[in-house]
């Protein structure tokens, strides 16, 4: 099912950036939130990601990778979630959106 339609300024509204996670550690209590520090040169954000079913922290360190940067910051597990990650999956994590060449932090995704 698509969902609603919105328009292409709504879209342009998103700030998509690549960061490099530099920090990742599992959520205890947690089955399935990893607490990533997520540097994008200018900033660091602290993003949870509920993807610890399908990649350890360790595996996470030094990838790069798109996030949403310009969302509301959200409380999760008593943690202030600063971002989303991009991933793909149809009601199940498939795979992390990850760049196939490096590209600097803090670089827009368009």
């Known amino acids: 099912m698509i969902k609603e339609n919105i328009s292409f300024q709504d879209f342009l509204k ?3 950036r690549i960061g ?3 920090e990742a ?3 205890e209590g947690s089955d399935k939130l990893i607490k990533l520090i997520i540097d994008f040169k200018d900033f660091k954000r602290q993003i949870l990601a509920g993807i ?3 990649y ?3 595996d996470l ?3 790069q990778i798109p996030v949403i940067v310009n969302l ?3 409380k999760m597990m008593g943690f202030e979630s600063q971002g989303m990650i991009l991933a793909v999956g149809d009601k199940t994590l498939d795979a992390l959106l990850l760049p196939s060449e490096p590209v ?3 670089s827009i995704v368009h």
């Open 25 to 27: 550690e599992a959520v």
């Open 104 to 106: 600097s932090e803090g």
């Open 14 to 16: 998103l700030d998509i």
């Open 56 to 58: 350890q922290p360790t």
């Open 20 to 22: 490099t996670i530099v």
């Open 72 to 74: 509301e910051p959200r």
């Open 61 to 63: 360190l030094n990838k």
């Open 52 to 54: 610890k079913t399908k």
